[in-house]
């Protein structure tokens, strides 16, 4: 995640947009309605006082986005199945009512609903287009469980998905796909939506990467950089990131088998005998191709608690972690190889384990000159670390103020935010102490956070 001045705080467009993070293709399914949860009493302590200086925070977790108050912690708006637009202002929601599936609009800062619009059918809202004027929803699978989209390839045969216009002025259109299809983003002028197909359809093993072009109803495969054949591959995301920079959303994938590893440029070796292997799909949303970028050999193999990505503020570079042994790639983005490696000393670090707190993996974070790479990690409590990124090395440490599971960067640049355990503090990048901490009531785990600006009302 980053935040830049021309892009204030761009979201990683995950889970919203097929499966943010997801150390697995299954999501586990959360039914109940944070809205309905009392908010929770503020902390005390001369930390309180100061936390009046934290904004609202649109929050990514693993079953959807959230909206939260950074004074009191209470949520705003958003829960389970909620998504978002990349920038977080607006977030929709979908409710089932007699038969029919009700879209609301919320304004995030204030959980308000702005409009309602009303489409046939039990539908599940997948994802939001970058101008939020599309939504692309999808009838659930036979014997899905509730919550189950994005990320989760249920065996289908067909797949009915409604482009629905969130305003109302225009008219939904409706599709009904043989095969298995997950939304995956619209394409930048949102006239195309793009797609992952999970083959076979109705035992899903291996995907590829198709575009519903919406105004004719035809869908065909989405072809490589350079014109190169779609791939059909197996693998497990885990992390997401959507640049506004250069349009591209990065994918981090693993479990590929080597054959599709070949020809890639790989910093940590050359072999291609191993049957785990981690590399980022890359789908240029504006020219519409889709491209699997290699990354080092020392990198495959970690999971979602283990690895994050974030791209530069001038969208130049994107920055994979791995926290396993601090190791740190650095990728460009126009040529999609890796320019430079680097272990980094991570002291401290203790990513989530399958025997530890599902709500702890690595965060990464980065500065809005572009020359520091902040990254968090551990249970007990772990580490901010502060990476020079022209030179690889580790610049400064703090404690972390609590188990981390996200981070945020302050609009200004001067604190970061540190999601974890059901709180968000506020840490002073100047002092590396804590200047604020508030409890949260959101029970997923926080996977990035974005403040929002605030907003001067001219009238007053």
Same mark, same amino acid.
């Given at each position: 995640?980053?935040?830049?001045?021309?892009?204030?705080?761009?979201?990683?467009?995950?889970?919203?947009?097929?499966?943010?993070?997801?150390?697995?293709?299954?999501?586990?399914?959360?039914?109940?309605?944070?809205?309905?949860?009392?908010?929770?009493?503020?902390?005390?302590?001369?930390?309180?006082?100061?936390?009046?200086?934290?904004?609202?925070?649109?929050?990514?977790?693993?079953?959807?986005?959230?909206?939260?108050?950074?004074?009191?912690?209470?949520?705003?708006?958003?829960?389970?199945?909620?998504?978002?637009?990349?920038?977080?202002?607006?977030?929709?929601?979908?409710?089932?009512?007699?038969?029919?599936?009700?879209?609301?609009?919320?304004?995030?800062?204030?959980?308000?609903?702005?409009?309602?619009?009303?489409?046939?059918?039990?539908?599940?809202?997948?994802?939001?287009?970058?101008?939020?004027?599309?939504?692309?929803?999808?009838?659930?699978?036979?014997?899905?469980?509730?919550?189950?989209?994005?990320?989760?390839?249920?065996?289908?045969?067909?797949?009915?998905?409604?482009?629905?216009?969130?305003?109302?002025?225009?008219?939904?259109?409706?599709?009904?796909?043989?095969?298995?299809?997950?939304?995956?983003?619209?394409?930048?002028?949102?006239?195309?939506?793009?797609?992952?197909?999970?083959?076979?359809?109705?035992?899903?093993?291996?995907?590829?990467?198709?575009?519903?072009?919406?105004?004719?109803?035809?869908?065909?495969?989405?072809?490589?950089?350079?014109? =190169?054949?779609?791939?059909?591959?197996?693998?497990?995301?885990?992390?997401?990131?959507?640049?506004?920079?250069t349009s591209q959303m990065y994918t981090l994938y693993s479990n590929q088998p080597g054959?599709?590893?070949?020809?890639?440029?790989?910093?940590?070796?050359?072999?291609?005998?191993?049957?785990?292997?981690?590399?980022?799909?890359?789908?240029?949303?504006?020219?519409?191709?889709?491209?699997?970028?290699?990354?080092?050999?020392?990198?495959?193999?970690?999971?979602?608690?283990?690895?994050?990505?974030?791209?530069?503020?001038?969208?130049?570079?994107?920055?994979?972690?791995?926290?396993?042994?601090?190791?740190?790639?650095?990728?460009?983005?126009?040529?999609?190889?890796?320019?430079?490696?680097?272990?980094?000393?991570?002291?401290?670090?203790?990513?989530?384990?399958?025997?530890?707190?599902?709500?702890?993996?690595?965060?990464?974070?980065?500065?809005?000159?572009?020359?520091?790479?902040?990254?968090?990690?551990?249970?007990?409590?772990?580490?901010?670390?502060?990476?020079?990124?022209?030179?690889?090395?580790?610049?400064?440490?703090?404690?972390?103020?609590?188990?981390?599971?996200?981070?945020?960067?302050?609009?200004?640049? =001067?604190a970061l935010y540190v999601a974890g355990a059901g709180s968000i503090a506020m840490f002073?990048?100047?002092?590396?102490?804590?200047?604020?901490?508030?409890?949260?009531?959101?029970?997923?785990?926080?996977?990035?956070?974005?403040?929002?600006?605030?907003?001067?009302?001219?009238?007053?």
């Amino acid at each position: 995640m980053r935040t830049s001045s021309s892009s204030r705080h761009s979201s990683r467009l995950r889970s919203s947009l097929a499966a943010l993070a997801a150390a697995a293709l299954v999501l586990a399914a959360c039914t109940s309605d944070p809205q309905t949860t009392d908010p929770p009493i503020a902390e005390e302590g001369p930390a309180q006082d100061l936390a009046t200086d934290m904004p609202v925070f649109v929050a990514t977790t693993e079953a959807g986005r959230v909206a939260i108050d950074g004074a009191s912690g209470a949520l705003i708006a958003g829960g389970p199945g909620t998504v978002a637009t990349p920038d977080g202002d607006t977030m929709y929601r979908a409710s089932v009512i007699d038969g029919h599936t009700v879209v609301s609009t919320l304004d995030a800062r204030t959980g308000a609903t702005t409009v309602t619009t009303r489409l046939g059918g039990d539908l599940e809202l997948a994802i939001a287009s970058v101008s939020g004027k599309a939504l692309a929803l999808v009838q659930p699978a036979p014997g899905a469980p509730n919550g189950s989209l994005p990320g989760l390839p249920m065996p289908r045969a067909w797949t009915p998905i409604v482009v629905a216009d969130p305003s109302g002025e225009t008219s939904s259109v409706r599709f009904r796909l043989e095969g298995n299809y997950e939304p995956e983003a619209f394409s930048a002028d949102d006239e195309q939506l793009f797609l992952i197909q999970y083959l076979p359809a109705e035992a899903p093993a291996v995907y590829r990467v198709t575009v519903l072009d919406t105004a004719t109803g035809e869908v065909r495969p989405v072809t490589g950089r350079f014109k =190169s054949p779609p791939e059909r591959m197996p693998g497990v995301r885990l992390a997401q990131v959507y640049d506004p920079e250069t349009s591209q959303m990065y994918t981090l994938y693993s479990n590929q088998p080597g054959a599709y590893a070949q020809g890639y440029e790989h910093a940590g070796g050359t072999s291609h005998d191993m049957t785990e292997e981690t590399f980022v799909h890359v789908l240029n949303l504006k020219e519409g191709w889709a491209y699997c970028a290699g990354i080092p050999e020392q990198m495959w193999g970690g999971t979602a608690h283990e690895q994050a990505l974030a791209p530069s503020p001038d969208g130049k570079w994107l920055y994979i972690v791995d926290s396993r042994d601090g190791t740190v790639a650095v990728m460009n983005t126009s040529s999609l190889r890796i320019k430079r490696t680097a272990q980094v000393d991570l002291s401290g670090s203790d990513p989530a384990t399958d025997d530890a707190t599902e709500d702890v993996r690595t965060s990464v974070a980065v500065s809005l000159d572009g020359a520091t790479l902040f990254v968090a990690s551990g249970a007990s409590p772990g580490t901010v670390s502060a990476i020079d990124i022209e030179s690889l090395t580790l610049a400064d440490r703090w404690a972390s103020p609590v188990p981390a599971s996200g981070l945020g960067l302050a609009l200004d640049g =001067s604190a970061l935010y540190v999601a974890g355990a059901g709180s968000i503090a506020m840490f002073d990048l100047s002092s590396g102490e804590t200047s604020a901490t508030v409890p949260t009531p959101v029970l997923d785990a926080i996977i990035d956070l974005d403040p929002l600006p605030v907003v001067v009302d001219a009238a007053g």
